[in-house]
C-alpha cells in the first residue's frame, strides 16, 4: 500500500500537466503563435528583408559589387531587428534629405537602433544621417 501511495504522490504532477495541456491545447498554441510574430515581425517583416536582400544582391552584382560587400550587406539586413526593418521600410517611401531629424519620439529610438547597425551616423542630439551601407539597404528596400 506504501508503494502505491508513492507511485500516486509521483505520478499525480504529470498526469495534471498533460491533463491541463489537454485541456488548454488550442489557447497555449495561440499564445505561441502570438510571441513567434513578435519575435519575427510576423511573415510581412521576414518576406521584406528577404526580397531586400534578393534586390541588394542583384544591384551589387549588376553594379560590379564585389562577393565581400554582398556578403555584407546581406548581413546588414538580415541582422536588423523586425520592427527596425520596418521603420526603414517606411522611411525609404519618404524623401531623406542629407540630415534627417525625427519627427516622432518612437521614430528617435528606432534611429539609435539603427545607428548602432551602421545604417545611420548621429550628428548630436537627434540628428542623423544615412551611412553609405544606410543608402544601399534603404535602395534595396525600394
Do not use: C
Not at 41 to 66: F, H, M, P, T
Amino acid at each position: 500500500m506504501e508503494v502505491f501511495l508513492e507511485f500516486a504522490r509521483i505520478a499525480v504532477w504529470p498526469a495534471v500537466t498533460v491533463y491541463a495541456l489537454l485541456t488548454f491545447k488550442s489557447s497555449i498554441i495561440s499564445a505561441l503563435e502570438k510571441v513567434v510574430e513578435l519575435n519575427l515581425g510576423g511573415e510581412k517583416g521576414l518576406r521584406l528583408k528577404l526580397n531586400a536582400v534578393q534586390k541588394a544582391i542583384g544591384q551589387e552584382s549588376e553594379g560590379g559589387g564585389n562577393e565581400a560587400e554582398k556578403k555584407i550587406l546581406r548581413n546588414v539586413i538580415l541582422s536588423l531587428p523586425d520592427d527596425d526593418f520596418m521603420f526603414l521600410d517606411e522611411l525609404s517611401k519618404r524623401p531623406i534629405e542629407s540630415r534627417y531629424v525625427p519627427r516622432k519620439g518612437s521614430e528617435l529610438r528606432h534611429l539609435y537602433s539603427l545607428a548602432d547597425h551602421g545604417i545611420f551616423k548621429q550628428h548630436g542630439i537627434g540628428e542623423f544621417s544615412l551611412t553609405e551601407i544606410g543608402r544601399h539597404v534603404i535602395e534595396s528596400i525600394q
